[in-house]
C-alpha cells in the first residue's frame, strides 16, 4: 500500500546532540511538510518542500532544518536539541500545492529529550 | 492574529448518540476545512473536506457543515460507536496563499460509551 512511514516511532536523544529523523513516502507526492505537535495542542507546521523548493515558516526556530535529497525521502535535524523540543514529530504529504488536497500523514516520531 | 479554536474540553457521549463538534476560526478567510482523526500516538487521517461555497457534505455517519458567515464548522458523527473514540482536527486552508498550507485546530476528544 502507497504510504508515509516514519522513522524511527521512538526517538531518545541527549541534550544539545543532533538528531536526525526520517520520512519516506511512495505516493510519489511533490509536497512534503513536517510539523511538531506537543501534547493537547495542534500541529505546528515547521517547513515544507515542494519538490525541491524550500519554505522555511517564519517562525520556525534555526535549530531545525530540513533535507529532500529525492522525491520520496525527507529529513527533519534538530542541531542541538533543548527539552522544549521533546514532541511528536510529523510527516504529511500531499499530491501538489493547494489547500484543497488532503494531506496523508505519517505515524510520527515521538522525541524525547534528557 | 490568525486562530482556530476547538473544544478543549473532552466530549462523552453514549454509544448510538449524535456527537458535534465545533471549530470556529477568526482573522481568517478559508476556501477549504477539513477533518482529520488522530488517534493516540498516531498522525492524523483525513477524513473530509468542505468547500466555502458548499454548506454541508456528508460521507457515511459524518456529517460537515461550514458557515462562513459565523467563521464556524460543525463536525457531526450519527450513531456513534466506541471505536469513534479519539480525536478529532480542524484544519484551514485559504485561497490567499497557494502553497496549500494547512494550520490546525488543538481537536477535541470524543470519547463513545458503551
Known amino acids: 500500500d502507497a504510504m508515509v512511514i516514519q522513522n524511527p516511532r521512538y526517538q531518545v536523544t541527549q541534550f544539545g546532540k543532533p538528531v536526525t529523523l526520517s520520512c519516506s513516502q511512495t505516493?510519489?507526492?511533490?509536497?512534503m511538510y513536517w510539523y511538531q505537535q506537543k501534547s493537547s495542542q495542534a500541529p505546528k507546521l515547521l517547513f515544507h518542500?515542494?519538490?525541491?523548493?524550500?519554505?522555511n515558516e517564519a517562525d520556525t526556530p534555526d535549530n531545525f532544518q530540513s533535507r529532500r535529497p529525492n522525491t520520496s525521502f525527507c529529513f527533519l535535524d534538530i542541531r542541538s536539541p533543548g527539552l522544549g523540543d521533546a514532541a511528536m514529530y510529523l510527516c504529511a504529504t500531499s499530491r501538489s500545492r493547494g489547500s484543497h488536497l488532503r494531506y496523508t500523514f505519517g505515524s510520527g516520531t515521538r522525541l524525547t529529550v534528557v | 492574529s490568525q486562530k482556530i479554536e476547538q473544544n478543549s474540553e473532552a466530549l462523552n457521549i453514549q454509544e448510538g448518540k449524535t456527537a458535534t463538534l465545533t471549530c470556529n476560526y477568526t482573522?481568517?478567510?478559508?476556501?477549504?476545512l477539513q477533518w482529520y482523526r488522530q488517534d493516540p500516538g498516531r498522525g492524523p487521517v483525513f477524513l473530509l473536506l468542505i468547500r466555502e461555497n458548499e454548506k454541508e457534505k456528508r460521507k457515511e455517519r459524518l456529517k460537515v457543515t461550514f458557515d462562513t458567515t459565523l467563521k464556524q464548522s460543525l463536525f457531526h458523527i450519527t450513531a456513534s460507536q466506541p471505536a469513534d473514540s479519539a480525536t478529532y482536527l480542524c484544519?484551514?486552508?485559504?485561497?490567499?496563499?497557494?502553497?496549500?498550507?494547512?494550520?490546525f485546530g488543538q481537536g477535541t476528544t470524543l470519547q463513545v460509551k458503551p
Open positions: 484544519a484551514l486552508g485559504s485561497f490567499s496563499s497557494n502553497t496549500g498550507k494547512l494550520i
Open positions: 505516493l510519489n507526492h511533490n509536497v
Open positions: 482573522n481568517y478567510s478559508p476556501a477549504y
Open positions: 518542500y515542494y519538490d525541491k523548493d524550500f519554505n
